[in-house]
């Protein structure tokens, strides 16, 4: 039923959503670059890709990159950690402590703050479907076609009650912003740290766009991102935003041992698939540890097992919004270093991202922006 939202002709409407929040992210940005007092980026991108996110899933627009709506972003980032803090503590899953240590009410108190949020969009997006329905004989015909959000497809679907729509909205605005954002964060990090690289895809941006900072990225503009694209994939490679997945077992499973018995995982087990690692072997990854965009030269991702290479999952519960993602990212990325040169002041693997719900860099992403045009 979902799979119809991520069609290539929807995505391309959601194209002009991160085609303009990318734009007003680098806005933003320019009043922070040219001087030598570093920022920290991910919660700017953070906020670009709560924009994003609440556009094309829901409709509506926020505008958090521009101040708008702080409760409902601050919900959004104290639920995620405590979600994590939670998970670690198994202290905390007793109830009475989760309680009385105040989290839990708190956990509670923001939960009930996304809900509320997202059901009144819920509402007020019905409320407009049938005052359209009513009015439809008055309709202006040469008005633009509102652009169909992932909600109105739901709300399009008889069997799903208003609670069952509200769940996979809250799915889709926690999985499609928090991922998109440590994505596009460390991208930015890892290309902070080898100006040889960031020099690369700097030129080809200019071949496309020349010295003209104003022109949208059309979708011609982004197949020709080819090294950026080799950029996003590695960075994807190295800090998976999703480090982990984890499945019930529904049969056994055979490991093969090199030199002792097979081992045998029985059905009914659950297990937790460690995908950073998987990507980071040596037989599929000439340099497994470092930052090596070649290892997306067409010529070599031919010739690889394709499960050595799985950001977003593999198999019927895959990443349902992994082209969303990767134009999304390409997108906001290209407006970047379009307008600013970065550096980036820590390198991995000294700074060791973290998983928390999602992997996320230790102690923020701390650059340096300079601007690439003259003010
Ligand atoms: C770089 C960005 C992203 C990464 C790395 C990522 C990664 C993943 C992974 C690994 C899974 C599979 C989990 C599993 O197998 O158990 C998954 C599932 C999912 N993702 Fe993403 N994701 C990203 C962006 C997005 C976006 C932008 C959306 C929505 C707009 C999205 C929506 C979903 C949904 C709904 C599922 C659950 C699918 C199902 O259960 O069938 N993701 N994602």
């Given at each position: 039923m979902l799979t119809q939202t991520f069609h290539f002709a929807v995505l391309k409407d959601y194209q002009k959503v991160f085609t303009a929040q990318g734009k007003t992210l680098v806005e933003v940005l320019q009043f922070r670059a040219?001087?030598?007092?570093?920022?920290?980026?991910l919660p700017y991108i953070k906020r670009c890709t709560l924009d994003i996110i609440c556009e094309t899933a829901m409709g509506c627009s926020i505008s958090c990159q521009t101040g708008g709506n702080d409760g409902y972003v601050n919900s959004v980032k104290r639920l995620s950690e405590l979600v994590w803090l939670y998970e670690k503590t198994?202290?905390?899953?007793i109830s009475p402590i989760w309680y009385l240590s105040g989290k839990g009410f708190e956990f509670d108190k923001h939960v009930r703050s996304t809900t509320e949020f997202t059901r009144r969009v819920i509402e007020n997006q019905r409320t407009e479907i049938s005052r359209k329905s009513s009015s439809a004989t008055t309709e202006n015909p040469d008005q633009p076609k509102k652009r169909q959000a992932f909600l109105d497809f739901l709300i399009n679907?008889?069997?799903?009650?208003d609670e069952d729509i509200r769940e996979e909205v809250d799915t889709f605005m926690f999985e499609g912003h928090d991922t998109t954002s440590s994505g596009i964060t460390f991208a930015i990090w890892f290309l902070g740290q080898h100006p040889e690289y960031q020099r690369r895809v700097q030129d080809e941006l200019d071949d496309i766009f020349g010295d003209d900072f104003e022109r949208h990225p059309d979708s011609e503009d982004l197949q020709r991102m080819k090294f950026l694209e080799q950029c996003i994939k590695e960075t994807l490679r190295i800090t998976?935003?999703?480090?982990f997945i984890s499945r019930k077992l529904s049969e056994d499973v055979k490991i093969p041992h090199p030199t002792k018995a097979d081992v045998i995982l029985p059905a009914g087990m659950s297990i937790i698939l460690n995908i950073v690692s998987i990507m980071k072997d040596s037989r599929f990854f000439e340099r497994p540890w470092e930052f090596y965009p070649e290892h997306f030269d067409p010529e070599r991702v031919t010739s690889?097992?394709?499960?050595?290479?799985v950001p977003f999952s593999a198999?019927?519960?895959?990443?349902?919004?992994q082209k969303f993602a990767l134009l999304e990212e390409k997108t906001v990325l290209s407006w970047i270093f379009r307008y600013f040169s970065v550096t980036s002041l820590t390198r991995f693997p000294d700074e060791f991202p973290i998983p928390e719900l999602i992997l996320k860099p230790v102690n923020g992403t701390k650059v340096i922006l300079r601007n690439r045009r003259k003010l």
């Open positions: 040219d001087n030598m007092n570093p920022i920290d980026i198994p202290l905390y899953w679907c008889q069997e799903l009650s998976p935003p999703v480090p690889r097992e394709a499960f050595a290479y198999g019927p519960r895959n990443c349902i919004g």
